[in-house]
């Protein structure tokens, strides 16, 4: 390696990687279904009275 001149980096190469095409698509072809939740929206807490 030479040493660079004042104010200026060495030159950089790159390599070059090509990839193999994916076997199947990249994006989902069908859509998750709906989140069912376990308890319901009206459920409630008790609170212990303080005597």
């Given at each position: 390696m030479t040493r660079p001149f004042?104010?200026?980096r060495p030159t950089t190469a790159w390599a070059v990687v090509v990839l193999p095409e994916p076997d199947s698509p990249t994006t989902a072809t069908t859509s998750p279904g709906p989140i069912s939740r376990?308890?319901?929206?009206?459920t409630r807490v008790r609170v212990p009275r303080l005597v």
């Open positions: 004042s104010g200026r376990e308890t319901p929206c009206t």
